[in-house]
């Protein structure tokens, strides 16, 4: 099993994830990848999304070849930081994740669906992923296995002191270059970043948090008071 410090978010859709993982890629010390479990779940589901052929045509969608590399990443970097949607563990054993570091990553239901709706327009609470992150909390706690809940607003209203809280408690060193990056795309993007990934683009940091005044759509209203009940779940135990 490799040395390296493999450091696992979990988040849901139209969240902070593709920005913490620019933050974590520019550490000197740190190798990332961007949602490698989606070739699975896409295969797994049948669900569509914009990207479906692009990613089934490129990606490898057997999860234990994908169990393998996660396992020993092909880095020589000393860190390795793994970008998730927690919806792709759908039907896996979830043993495995006692070899990561383990972090949550939430958001409002109101601010992701209002967001989220734009490119999917009738979301399921599969699509969410918030059962999920509860089911991963429950798991966690009942193995006595460490873990992080960080929630997008916090991260954004001070990202330093989140970011430093974040890296004691994954026993790495917090560095300056993880509030900042340059402009434009990375090599590391998923295929479906041409879908999803134009303000993280245009940004050089973390953005100021701005709450949406906008009102949900009455389609989305019961889907929320279903996200709503797994979210305060995991809002209670988010690092402030």
């Known amino acids: 099993m490799s040395e390296v410090k493999k450091i696992a978010l979990w988040s849901g859709p139209?969240?902070?994830?593709?920005?913490l993982m620019y933050s974590f890629a520019n550490r000197s010390d740190t190798a990332v990848v961007d949602e490698p479990l989606f070739g699975y779940f896409l295969k797994h589901t049948g669900v569509w999304r914009p990207s479906r052929k692009e990613v089934l045509a490129t990606m490898e969608t057997n999860a234990i070849n994908i169990m393998d590399t996660l396992l020993n990443p092909p880095t020589d970097m000393p860190v390795y930081f793994m970008k998730h949607m927690a919806n792709h563990l759908i039907d896996l054993n979830l043993d495995f994740l006692a070899n990561f570091e383990n972090v949550l990553l939430i958001r409002d239901p109101k601010d992701m669906l209002l967001s989220y709706s734009k490119n999917v327009k009738e979301p399921t609470l599969?699509?969410?992923?918030?059962k999920m992150q509860v089911d991963l909390l429950d798991f966690f706690t009942e193995r006595g296995m460490p873990y992080v809940?960080?929630?997008?607003?916090?991260v954004l209203l001070n990202p330093e002191r989140q970011l430093k809280i974040l890296c004691?408690?994954?026993?790495?060193s917090f560095q300056d270059s993880m509030l900042e990056w340059e402009a434009g795309s990375r090599q590391e993007d998923g295929i479906w970043a041409k879908y999803w990934y134009d303000s993280v683009h245009k940004s050089t940091g973390f953005g100021a948090y701005r709450e949406k005044d906008q009102e949900l759509p009455l389609n989305l209203?019961?889907?929320y008071d279903e996200c709503m009940y797994y979210?305060?779940?995991l809002e209670q135990l988010a690092l402030t």
Not at 14 to 19: E, G, L
């Open 231 to 233: 979210y305060a779940k």
């Open 126 to 130: 599969l699509d969410t992923a918030y």
């Open 149 to 154: 809940i960080l929630n997008a607003k916090n």
């Open 14 to 19: 139209r969240n902070i994830s593709t920005a």
């Open 168 to 172: 004691e408690k994954l026993n790495i």
């Open 221 to 223: 209203i019961s889907l």
